[in-house]
Structures are given as structure tokens and as C-alpha cells.
């Protein structure tokens, strides 16, 4: 299974971002599939997720960031609005095979990573 992220970059205060990780190996289609993040100094955080036709976001991103996909190209995206200097860490798509009975924001639950891409939101 391999999990490759694109999208990150360099951006102002209230700009927008749209990450993509695409996905291959899975021999059905994935159960799950999340986005995390991980700051310097701060644990990683749970963003949002899909398992199960159900979408989960974390509170501190409800209403900015949106999660979607399109299975045609198995890829799964995360466009981010109104970006503050908060969100700025590096951010992994993660999945896993098993369609998840509850919430799918715990990252321990996934097995598979990506290798992660930079968002820097400047003041």
C-alpha cells in the first residue's frame, strides 16, 4: 500500500490549500482514510476522515476544512480555508483496509501512512 500526498506549500493568513493523497495497493478499496497533522513541539492531530460513508473533522477545523473523494482515481483530498498560522505542520493521509465502526479520527487505528507534506500558513 502506498499513500502520497501533494498540495502542500507556502501560504498568507485566510488562504486556501487543497491537499491530495492518492492511494494504490489496496487490493479492495480502502475502509478507511484520514487526515492528520503533526506540528513541531505539539502531538499529532486528528483533521478528518471518512469510513463507512460516514465524515468525521475535528472541532478545531469544522467549517474550514472539507474532506472528499474520488474513488475513480482513489484519491482523497482535504481543501483547507481561511488557513490561520495554527494550522501551519506537516500533514499525512492515512488508511486502512477495515471500514471503522466509530469514529475514524484516532490515528492509532490506521495502518498505513503517508510520507507527509509541508503547510506553512505565514501571519
Known amino acids: 500500500v502506498q499513500l502520497v500526498e501533494s498540495g502542500g506549500g507556502l501560504v498568507q493568513t485566510g488562504d486556501s490549500l487543497r491537499l491530495s493523497c492518492a492511494a494504490s495497493?489496496?487490493?479492495?478499496?480502502?475502509?478507511?482514510i484520514g487526515w492528520f497533522r503533526h506540528a513541531p513541539g505539539k502531538e499529532r492531530e486528528e483533521i478528518a476522515c471518512?469510513?463507512?460513508?460516514?465524515?468525521y473533522y475535528a472541532d478545531s477545523v469544522k467549517g474550514r476544512f472539507t474532506i472528499s473523494s474520488d474513488n475513480a482515481k482513489n484519491t482523497v483530498y482535504l481543501q483547507m480555508n481561511a488557513l490561520k498560522p495554527e494550522d501551519t505542520a506537516v500533514y499525512y493521509c492515512a488508511a486502512d483496509d477495515s471500514v471503522f465502526l466509530g469514529s475514524c479520527l484516532w490515528g492509532s487505528l490506521y495502518d498505513f501512512w503517508g510520507q507527509g507534506t509541508q503547510v506553512s500558513v505565514s501571519s
Open positions: 495497493g489496496f487490493t479492495e478499496d480502502y475502509g478507511a
Open positions: 471518512l469510513s463507512g460513508g460516514r465524515i
